[in-house]
């Protein structure tokens, strides 16, 4: 069963920028393709960025432009770059793998002057 980890979640101001990051256990990671999932406050979880094992990667309209998803397949971790931050991108933000469904423990994002 593998194990997904997220930091780098935080309080930052409108415009600013945060990095988060997902790292997975488990011995095989390029293969598969990974997700950010973010629930806002009385909201639905909702996909935010995903990125195949071929690095192929699909975005939200609303983060178009401002989030770059990215994988370090050495590393086995994959990142959320998020730029011109919004208050309406705040919410606990999930790293997912389709295969298996596995779910990080989520971590808080807070864009708020």
């Known amino acids: 069963q593998v194990q997904l980890v997220e930091s780098g979640g935080g309080l930052v101001q409108p415009g600013g920028s945060l990095r988060l990051s997902c790292a997975a256990s488990?011995?095989?990671?390029?293969?598969?393709?990974m997700d950010w999932y973010r629930q806002a406050p009385g909201k639905q979880r909702e996909l935010v960025a995903g990125i195949t094992g071929a690095f192929a990667t699909n975005y939200a309209d609303s983060v178009k432009g401002r989030f770059t998803i990215s994988r370090d397949n050495a590393k086995k971790t994959v990142y959320l770059q998020m730029n011109s931050l919004k208050p309406e991108d705040t919410a606990v933000y999930y790293c997912?793998?389709?295969?298996?469904?596995?779910w990080g423990q989520g971590t808080q994002v807070t864009v708020s002057s």
């Open positions: 488990g011995n095989i990671f390029s293969i598969y393709a």
């Open positions: 997912h793998r389709a295969f298996g469904d596995a």
